[in-house]
Nanobody
Framework: QVRLVESGGGLVQAGDSLRLSCALSGRGFSRYIMAWFRQAPGKEREFVAA????????YFGDSAKGRFFIFRDTFANTLFLQMDSLKPEDTATYYC?????????????????WGQGTAVTVSS
């Protein structure tokens, strides 16, 4: 069983940066795939980025390329999403997800474990 707890969301202005955190607890996640998804009001959940926990191979969705970066701290068991140059269209609830397989990585149906989400609002 893996538990995920996100934090770091809030209200920011366009152009600002924000770093989201996802604290991991439990057992057996050293070989898991960890990911960030987001869901804007009235829209489907969207893949943002993912990495392999053991060796940090990175994957990015189209919305993240060039502005967002995913990384982890294996000592603190924490997953991060660094978001720069934020835009109003980045407004969403951001979720952390984990799965031992996650194929395909960009599909929310591939992930077994989810956090409760953290809300990000970007004002223009």
């Amino acid at each position: 069983q893996v538990r995920l707890v996100e934090s770091g969301g809030g209200l920011v202005q366009a152009g600002d940066s924000l770093r989201l955190s996802c604290a991991l607890s439990g057992r057996g996640f050293s070989r898991y795939i960890m990911a960030w998804f987001r869901q804007a009001p009235g829209k489907e959940r969207e893949f943002v980025a993912a990495l392999t926990w053991i060796d940090s191979i990175l994957y990015f969705g189209d919305s993240a390329k060039g502005r967002f970066f995913i990384f982890r701290d294996t000592f603190a068991n924490t997953l991060f999403l660094q978001m720069d140059s934020l835009k109003p269209e980045d407004t969403a609830t951001y979720y952390c997800a984990a799965d031992p397989v996650a194929i395909p990585k960009s599909s929310d149906g591939s992930y077994s474990y989810w956090g409760q989400g953290t809300a990000v609002t970007v004002s223009s």
